[in-house]
Nanobody, 115 residues
């Protein structure tokens, strides 16, 4: 059974940083493309960043240069380091993976950027 558990969200001032974690069980993060999405209030869910099994990273333009996706294979965990946060980054952040033709989602973690 695949399970994804996000953590690390919170309230931060503009310009601040947060590191989100996504702990996986039932799959190996090193063998599967892992992705972060976010959903702001009243908005559709938006793709943010992905890391492939070979380590290739891709980002939505709005976070390039500010966010970094990474993984720790020993901990079977994927991270999203978020720097220079802006109010428009406020959203619930979700970790997701496709495995055996099914997409799995975590429960999400709230990030609020506000002064």
């Amino acid at each position: 059974q695949v399970q994804l558990v996000e953590s690390g969200g919170g309230l931060v001032q503009p310009g601040g940083s947060l590191r989100l974690s996504c702990a996986a069980s039932g799959i190996f993060v090193s063998r599967n493309p892992m992705t972060w999405y976010r959903q702001a209030p009243g908005m559709q869910r938006e793709w943010v960043a992905s890391i492939t099994s070979t380590g290739t990273r891709n980002y939505v333009d709005s976070v390039k240069g500010r966010f970094t996706i990474s993984r720790d294979n020993a901990k079977n965990t994927v991270y999203l380091q978020m720097n220079s946060l802006k109010p428009e980054d406020t959203a619930i952040y979700y970790c997701t993976v496709n495995w055996l033709t099914k997409r799995y989602w975590g429960q999400g973690t709230q990030v609020t950027v506000s002064s």
